[in-house]
């Protein structure tokens, strides 16, 4: 939304992953601009199925050759591992990079056998290079396939990497000539800070990535049991369908527009330590503010751009009391909302109101 607005990630204002996902999205932008957001995000949200079904094709198309056990077991990794499904319901971004990842795999293997064509290792090199350009986790599938590569010719193993090095630069390189250096801090810095600075975090959908290699390697494992192949798939199939049909209850996501709508007016200046709350109830983008965690972790509290975003703002909404916001918590906002804020509840969230009696600076 802020691209198609014309204000670019990193120069413009801080966005802690690759710009992937950013032109992905673009059309959908576009389309709320007619819609409105909560609805344009439902359009793009109703691709997932599409893009399930699609991974799921790809990991039976790359193990064909391994036979129908191998497909089966490859399938349901695919369609039914649960970090998967989660980042598929909340509308993430690992299932992107695996339909890259595995577009890769299946030129890669698309007779059955390590390719000797350098042209198609560069372009399956490009795709798992454009997987990264949404998250760098795509680093991961990367490496398994380098690894693999380096037990082949060299002249297999140069190719795959340059093609991946172009289709990272080739989405990413008109942001990283605007504006290198907050390119830089926001992809790389920020990102590898976490984990340095002790703000990292575990989240359900992180081992997502890990399904262009979790798929083969079921495969393979399936196909090497001979007579027990298919019991052995159909388990596989089995296990991870029941471990998601006794959660099924999880995959609705509370609608919170309503409860929105009933305390932020709209036109409001409203922000959130989740977009998503103002993106699905047409609030969103009062502020040049797009990811307070993110902004955070690039800039810290102190910055200018984190002060003004809180005193220009009428409402915070969350589902978390703001003391609990973020990993490193900073008592001068807790401070601030204290004094300039009251609570409110509705609908499972939390509102903070500026206070009637006072203007703001």
């Given at each position: ?141 990367a490496a398994a396939v380098l690894l693999l590569a380096a ?27 605007e504006a290198p250096d907050a390119f830089y801090r926001d ?63 999880s995959l609705s996501t509370q609608d919170v527009a309503r ?103």
């Open positions: 939304m802020r691209l198609v607005h014309g204000t670019l990630p990193y120069r413009d204002f801080v966005f802690v992953q690759p710009p992937g996902l950013a032109l992905l999205a673009a059309p959908f932008a576009w389309l709320s601009e007619a819609i409105g957001t909560r609805d344009g995000l439902a359009v793009l949200r109703a691709c997932t199925p599409l893009l399930a079904a699609a991974n799921a094709l790809l990991a039976v198309r790359i193990v064909r050759p391994l036979g129908t056990a191998a497909m089966i077991a490859a399938g349901a990794v695919a369609a039914l591992f649960p970090a998967e499904l989660y980042a598929l319901r909340a509308g993430l971004l690992e299932p992107v990079v695996d339909l890259l990842c595995l577009a890769g795999l299946a030129l890669l293997f698309r007779t059955g056998a390590w390719p000797v064509s350098r042209r198609v290792i560069v372009l399956a090199g490009v795709l798992f290079g454009l997987a990264g350009a949404v998250k760098l986790t795509a680093i991961v599938p037990t082949r010719p060299r002249q297999r193993l140069l190719p795959f990497a340059a093609g991946a090095a172009a289709g990272f630069l080739l989405p990413a390189l008109p942001f990283l000539i992809v790389f810095v920020a990102q590898f800070g976490r984990a340095a600075g002790g703000h990292a975090a575990f989240y359900p959908q992180y081992p997502a990535v890990l399904v262009p290699v979790l798929a083969p390697a079921a495969a393979l494992v399936v196909s090497r049991l001979r007579k027990a192949a298919l019991p052995a798939a159909a388990a596989v199939s089995l296990y991870l369908l029941v471990t998601q049909l006794t959660s099924i209850a409860a929105v709508d009933s305390v932020v007016p709209a036109g409001a200046c409203a922000i959130s330590d989740k977009p998503r709350l103002l993106v699905t109830s047409d609030r969103f983008g009062c502020t040049p503010m797009t990811d307070p965690y993110g902004t955070m972790l690039a800039l810290g509290t102190r910055d200018p751009v984190w002060a003004a975003t809180f005193t220009r703002a009428d409402y915070l909404v969350t589902d978390t009391p703001i003391e609990r916001w973020y990993i490193a918590p900073d008592p001068p906002l807790e401070a601030y909302v204290a004094r300039h804020f009251s609570l409110q509840r509705s609908g499972g969230l939390l509102f903070y109101v500026r206070l009637a009696s006072e203007s703001k600076p």
